[in-house]
T-cell receptor, first 117, second 115 residues
Framework: AQKVTQAQTEISVVEKEDVTLDCVYETRDTTYYLFWYKQPPSGELVFLIRRNSFDEQNEISGRYSWNFQKSTSSFNFTITASQVVDSAVYFCALSEAGTGNTGKLIFGQGTTLQVKP | DTGVSQNPRHKITKRGQNVTFRCDPISEHNRLYWYRQTLGQGPEFLTYFQNEAQLEKSRLLSDRFSAERPKGSFSTLEIQRTEQGDSAMYLC?????????????FGSGTQLSVL
């Protein structure tokens, strides 16, 4: 069965520290997509990244970077030099191409990140 | 267009009452999704539309729930005879499915409290 696990419920760091949010997934599909979303207190889910299962290249976008490793079924997210504005709940999600509905996302439970000044 | 719009932002109702939420997707987006999020959990898929056709419904969507998307534009989600367990954030998302590179844009949600 498909599942996404974010083992870290809450993380607290001091501004400028680096922080890594862990994500482990389970799927039987060979073609799937992995996502990270940010949910600030306003409630809106903000898209951060989408990766497909055939692209294991790591990606960097400014202070954000993602490490996708199929061998360990992990898709971890690192924020470098964290800032107070990074404080939010972060969700990792999975969708499977085999369902024919790639917008049907399976979310993890989320990791609450608090960045203190 | 500023994004996916949901109304109302908050709804408080008494158990047994009916409620209806509205979602206005991003213009030209052909897919529209409803998700439900309870406190401390990730969102869970409820249903989705491609244009005006409702193509899939989750087992989470009991008979008291009904969703529509007339004319393939805005969508409504109605809950009849609300129960306290229906209290949650109801999120709407839309996407433009042209290739396999589907990306969902979410609204800010409707927070439902059933007393």
């Amino acid at each position: 069965a498909q599942k996404v696990t974010q083992a870290q419920t809450e993380i607290s760091v001091v501004e400028k520290e680096d922080v890594t949010l862990d994500c482990v997934y389970e799927t039987r599909d060979t073609t799937y997509y992995l996502f990270w979303y940010k949910q600030p207190p306003s409630g809106e889910l903000v898209f951060l990244i989408r990766r497909n299962s055939f692209d294991e290249q790591n990606e960097i976008s400014g202070r954000y970077s993602w490490n996708f490793q199929k061998s360990t079924s992990s898709f971890n997210f690192t924020i470098t030099a964290s800032q107070v504005v990074d404080s939010a709940v972060y969700f990792c999600a999975l969708s499977e191409a085999g369902t024919g509905n790639t917008g049907k996302l399976i979310f993890g439970q989320g990791t609450t990140l608090q960045v203190k000044p | 267009d500023t994004g996916v719009s949901q109304n109302p932002r908050h709804k408080i109702t008494k158990r047994g009452q009916n409620v209806t939420f509205r979602c206005d997707p991003i213009s030209e987006h052909n897919r529209l999704y409803w998700y439900r999020q309870t406190l401390g959990q990730g969102p869970e898929f409820l249903t989705y539309f491609q244009n005006e056709a409702q193509l899939e419904k989750s087992r989470l969507l009991s008979d008291r729930f009904s969703a529509e998307r007339p004319k393939g534009s805005f969508s409504t989600l109605e809950i009849q005879r609300t129960e306290q367990g229906d209290s949650a954030m109801y999120l709407c998302a839309s996407s433009l499915l042209r290739t396999t590179n589907e990306k969902l844009f979410f609204g800010s949600g409707t927070q439902l409290s059933v007393l």
